[in-house]
């Protein structure tokens, strides 16, 4: 790499906060950042609105969250509102849970494409005041200097960079490259996922649910079809990498056959015309083996491995440990004192390692047909454990308050 040319490290240009990545987990961060009065620079590779790989699906708990961001409005109206979860299982019928399944979230989620709301969430950081850097690729990290990291090394615009920054937050994916730098990530294909999606038109009867389909034909995957607009539907399936590498599944036959040769979803799917290219990503979940803090260095989201293992769903967590990571920052540098950030992955133990590692085992032992139809044929009868379900499903426990 060439040598850096620009180079941001005087005193007074140094920021409070690095952030790598500006996805909800790095919007998050510096929203929190930002309205408690610090300087904040995100950078990301891509210039927004860009696309993102993901099903869309916005859970009750996220949408919390959004709100909570002062976002209600730029949500309300504009994209669709789902009333709930529809489950079909091959052989059990269709159990169908409404939010908020008893919880005490919103009764509502949405299906928001991830070009929208991620531009959404960083236009709303911007507006706090955070500085942003779009279309800058973080290459690497400055090296350690007296138990610190001092800032990064960015390409922009076919120029190398420093920034320094008294924190440096990894909200860079799944793919981290602050995290792998940090030597913070696991490779466990345990913790690892995989899924495709795309967008398809004229699918029959798109509904104001986010539908599951973990039907026999496509086990151990899971396929979804979830509504984003009265003619479009983010189509995906997905399942965990163990199972890939021990059954050597090819993601898009499975993706052909969720939509020629299952019972329910085939049947909506058949006729439907695909809107793009079927694209496939990475999901790390369960907090599987990754530290989510060394030095002056955080992760949150993606990069701290908080997708939720049963569900696949990560906007959640993103913002959530973004939140968090802004907050333990923020005492961090009021206290002068880098041992506080040592309560942030005493949070995140504390709010999720019990729920993670549930739902790891969950998945693993009883993502079978053998399971899975006489569970969803006893809730589709049963809508009380129908809530039970949904709420585990969406780690929506009735004592989880909002907050
Ligand atoms: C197919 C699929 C379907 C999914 N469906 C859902 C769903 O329906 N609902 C749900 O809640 N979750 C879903 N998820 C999970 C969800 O997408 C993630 O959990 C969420 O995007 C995590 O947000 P993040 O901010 O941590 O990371 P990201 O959204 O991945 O953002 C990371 C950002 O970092 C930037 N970046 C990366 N490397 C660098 C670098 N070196 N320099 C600068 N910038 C960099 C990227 O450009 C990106 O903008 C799905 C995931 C997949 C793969």
């Given at each position: 790499?060439?040598?850096?040319?620009?180079?941001?490290?005087?005193?007074?240009?140094?920021?409070?906060?690095?952030?790598?990545?500006?996805?909800?987990?790095?919007?998050a961060?510096?929203?929190?950042?930002?309205?408690?009065?610090f300087?904040v620079l995100?950078?990301?590779?891509?210039?927004?609105?860009?696309?993102?790989?993901?099903?869309?699906?916005?859970?009750?708990?996220?949408?919390?969250?959004?709100?909570?961001?002062?976002?209600?409005?730029?949500?309300?109206?504009?994209?669709?509102?789902?009333?709930?979860i529809?489950?079909?299982?091959?052989?059990?019928?269709?159990?169908?849970?409404?939010?908020?399944?008893?919880s005490?979230?919103?009764?509502?989620?949405?299906?928001?494409?991830?070009?929208?709301?991620?531009?959404?969430?960083?236009?709303r950081?911007?507006?706090?005041g955070?500085?942003?850097?779009?279309?800058?690729r973080?290459?690497?990290?400055?090296?350690?200097?007296?138990?610190?990291?001092?800032?990064?090394?960015?390409?922009?615009?076919?120029?190398?960079?420093?920034?320094?920054?008294?924190?440096?937050?990894?909200?860079?994916?799944?793919?981290?490259?602050?995290?792998?730098?940090?030597?913070?990530?696991?490779d466990?294909?345990?913790?690892?996922?995989?899924?495709?999606?795309?967008?398809?038109?004229?699918?029959?009867g798109?509904?104001?649910?986010?539908?599951?389909?973990?039907?026999d034909?496509?086990?151990?995957?899971?396929?979804?079809?979830?509504?984003?607009d009265?003619?479009t539907?983010?189509?995906?399936?997905?399942?965990?990498?163990?199972?890939?590498?021990?059954?050597?599944i090819?993601?898009?036959?499975?993706?052909?056959?969720?939509?020629?040769?299952?019972?329910?979803?085939?049947?909506?799917?058949?006729?439907?015309?695909?809107?793009?290219?079927?694209?496939?990503?990475?999901?790390?979940?369960?907090?599987?083996?990754?530290?989510?803090?060394?030095?002056?260095?955080?992760?949150?989201?993606?990069a701290?491995?908080?997708?939720?293992?049963?569900?696949?769903?990560?906007?959640?967590?993103?913002?959530?440990?973004?939140?968090?990571?802004?907050?333990?920052?923020?005492?961090a540098?009021?206290?002068?004192?880098?041992?506080?950030?040592?309560?942030?992955?005493?949070?995140l133990?504390w709010?999720?390692?019990?729920?993670?590692?549930?739902?790891?085992?969950?998945?693993?032992?009883?993502?079978?047909?053998?399971?899975?139809?006489?569970?969803?044929?006893?809730?589709?009868?049963?809508?009380r454990?129908?809530?039970?379900?949904?709420?585990?499903?969406?780690?929506?426990?009735r004592?989880?308050?909002?907050?």
């Open positions: 790499m060439e040598e850096p040319r620009a180079i941001i490290d005087a005193m007074n240009e140094q920021y409070d906060a690095i952030i790598v990545g500006a996805g909800p987990g790095g919007s961060t510096a929203c929190s950042l930002v309205a408690r009065g300087r995100m950078v990301d590779k891509e210039t927004f609105p860009r696309e993102k790989i993901c099903g869309d699906g916005i859970a009750p708990r996220a949408v919390h969250s959004l709100y909570h961001l002062g976002l209600r409005e730029e949500l309300a109206g504009r994209f669709k509102r789902t009333a709930g529809r489950f079909y299982a091959t052989h059990g019928g269709l159990t169908e849970v409404r939010y908020p399944m008893g005490h979230f919103p009764d509502h989620g949405y299906v928001v494409p991830r070009r929208e709301l991620d531009a959404i969430l960083l236009a950081a911007e507006a706090l955070a500085e942003v850097m779009q279309g800058c973080v290459t690497g990290l400055l090296p350690e200097k007296g138990g610190r990291i001092p800032g990064v090394v960015a390409e922009c615009g076919g120029e190398a960079m420093e920034l320094a920054g008294r924190f440096i937050i990894g909200a860079d994916g799944p793919s981290s490259l602050v995290g792998k730098e940090m030597g913070l990530l696991s466990n294909p345990l913790y690892m996922g995989v899924s495709v999606r795309c967008y398809m038109s004229g699918v029959k798109v509904s104001d649910f986010l539908e599951i389909y973990p039907e034909a496509i086990t151990p995957s899971c396929g979804w079809i979830f509504p984003v009265e003619k539907a983010n189509v995906g399936v997905g399942f965990m990498l163990y199972a890939r590498e021990k059954r050597k090819n993601l898009n036959r499975v993706f052909d056959d969720f939509a020629q040769r299952t019972r329910h979803a085939a049947a909506k799917l058949r006729e439907a015309k695909p809107l793009c290219k079927l694209r496939g990503a990475m999901l790390r979940v369960g907090m599987g083996g990754a530290t989510s803090r060394r030095a002056n260095v955080l992760l949150v989201g993606d701290a491995s908080l997708t939720n293992p049963i569900s696949g769903e990560g906007i959640t967590y993103a913002l959530e440990s973004g939140r968090w990571a802004g907050e333990t920052v923020a005492a540098l009021h206290g002068g004192d880098d041992s506080l950030l040592d309560i942030y992955p005493r949070i133990e709010k999720y390692r019990r729920y993670f590692y549930l739902g790891t085992l969950a998945i693993r032992y009883f993502n079978n047909p053998y399971t899975v139809n006489p569970l969803l044929f006893t809730t589709s009868r049963i809508p454990l129908g809530d039970k379900m949904g709420r585990f499903l969406m780690n929506c426990r004592s989880d308050y909002p907050q």
